[in-house]
């Protein structure tokens, strides 16, 4: 699963110019990614392994990357904020 999500990052970064902060991943596939890693079992040891936030979604078929605002930027930006 680590190579899998590792080759995900790698296209998404030759498609866009840049790394992806977000994984979308189900719950049956991140027990899978529990499983190669066990090391890193919770949630806040793999997120900061791969180096992306990770969103458990019942509806992701398949894991997969993405880049998403950080609501924090997104606040600061609304509200006047740096």
Same mark, same amino acid.
């Given at each position: +699963? =680590?190579?899998? /999500?590792?080759? /995900? &990052? ?5 498609? *866009? $110019?840049?790394?992806? @902060?977000?994984?979308?991943? @189900?719950?049956? !596939?991140?027990? #899978? ?6 090391? =890193?079992? $919770? @949630? %806040?040891? =793999? #997120?900061?392994?791969?180096? &992306?936030?990770?969103? /458990?979604?019942?509806?992701? &078929? !398949?894991? *997969? +990357?993405?880049? /998403?605002?950080?609501?924090? %930027?997104?606040?600061?930006?609304? *509200? $006047? $904020?740096?």
């Amino acid at each position: +699963m =680590l190579s899998f /999500l590792f080759r /995900l &990052v790698r296209d998404f970064q030759a498609t *866009h $110019g840049y790394q992806p @902060n977000t994984l979308f991943i @189900n719950p049956r !596939h991140y027990r #899978s990614l529990q499983q190669s890693a066990p090391g =890193l079992a $919770g @949630n %806040a040891e =793999l #997120s900061r392994f791969l180096a &992306v936030d990770i969103i /458990l979604s019942e509806t992701a &078929v !398949h894991p *997969h +990357m993405a880049w /998403l605002i950080p609501a924090t %930027a997104r606040y600061a930006t609304r *509200h $006047g $904020g740096c």
